[in-house]
């Protein structure tokens, strides 16, 4: 779902703030893997990236339905993402 701005940042359809996490995708043998390094016991797989990635998104956004429907805190992204060149 793509935000929409307001004064304050980013919002999302339903006037909430809008929350950025990243996503670790990982090859396995026969399909992907994703999960977010913000927000434990939240995984998805799918046969391609795209699907993984479309698979992750909804699981994350049922998981935190889930957390905050029975009471729980919504993790805070707080993980950054970076590479490092080394030589072969």
């Known amino acids: ?9 980013l919002y999302n359809e339903a006037g909430g703030p809008e929350m950025r ?3 670790v995708i990982e090859r396995a043998s026969t399909s992907y ?3 977010s390094p913000d927000v434990n016991a939240c995984v998805s797989i799918g046969d ?3 699907e993984t990635r479309r698979n992750f998104a909804e699981a994350l956004k049922l998981h ?4 905050k429907k029975h009471g729980y805190p919504i993790p ?5 993402v970076d590479y490092i060149d080394v030589a072969s």
């Not at 805070?76 to 950054?80: G, L, N, R």
């Open 1 to 9: 779902m793509r935000g929409r701005e307001k004064r304050s940042g």
């Open 33 to 35: 893997c994703a999960y």
């Open 48 to 50: 391609t990236l795209e």
């Open 76 to 80: 805070v992204p707080s993980a950054t």
């Open 64 to 67: 935190l339905q889930g957390l």
């Open 21 to 23: 996490y990243s996503v």
